[in-house]
């Protein structure tokens, strides 16, 4: 059982940058294949990127390719969204999103392959 706690969000202008957190109860998510997703009004949401368990691995979205990076710290059973270069189309709750399978295994931009979900934090950028 993993319960998640993301925090960070807020308002921030176009060209900014925010810093997501995601915090994991357990002792076991250094395991967890972990993922943001991100859900605008009126959206299905959308994948953003994700981590395998040692950090080695990452997948992005084309759409922040360049401007965010996934990170994790499983000393700190946290996982990390730096978002720079932020666009008004980033806007959006952002989710984050635990999978005990194999990294090998898991379809990682698919909301149905993660098990555990944190409640959201929004994300507004302004212009």
């Known amino acids: 059982q993993v319960q998640l706690v993301e925090s960070g969000g807020g308002l921030v202008q176009a060209g900014g940058s925010l810093r997501l957190s995601c915090a994991a109860s357990?002792?076991?998510?250094?395991?967890?294949?972990m993922a943001w997703f991100r859900q605008a009004p009126g959206k299905e949401r959308e994948f953003v990127t994700a981590i395998s368990t040692s950090g080695r691995n990452t997948r992005y979205v084309d759409s922040v390719k360049g401007r965010f990076t996934i990170s994790r710290d499983n000393a700190k059973n946290t996982v990390f969204l730096q978002m720079n270069s932020l666009k008004l189309e980033d806007t959006a709750v952002y989710y984050c999103a635990a999978e005990s399978r194999p990294w090998t295994v898991v379809r990682t931009a698919l909301p149905n392959e993660y098990r555990y979900w944190g409640q959201g934090t929004q994300v507004t950028v302004s212009s």
């Open positions: 357990g002792r076991t998510f250094s395991s967890y294949v």
